[in-house]
């Protein structure tokens, strides 16, 4: 459950790759930036379908490899 007042973000190339996924199946053939980093048109695709760009990605799946590496930290390194 997000917290109170979070918005909830996704890491761009998820929904990006779920969208084109889609798209293949239909017969589409997608392209995404033409000429360069697709970085900026993957966001303003995003942007469109009303997700908040994060180059993070979700915030609890974040937090969860975080607290992972921190138990493996304190068990290798004895560092807390």
């Known amino acids: 459950m ?3 007042g979070a918005t909830e973000t996704y ?8 969208v084109f ?5 239909e017969g589409l053939h997608p392209v995404l930036g033409n ?5 900026k048109p993957a966001a303003d ?4 379908l009303g997700i908040q760009p994060d180059a993070e990605g979700n915030r609890q799946v974040m937090r969860d490899v975080r607290d992972h590496l921190a ?7 004895g560092e807390k």
């Open 71 to 77: 138990t493996i930290r304190e068990a290798v390194l």
């Open 45 to 48: 695709l995003l942007r469109a």
């Open 35 to 39: 000429a360069g980093d697709p970085g």
């Open 21 to 25: 996924h889609q798209l293949a199946q």
């Open 11 to 18: 890491n761009p190339w998820t929904v990006v790759n779920l």
């Open 2 to 4: 997000p917290e109170p």
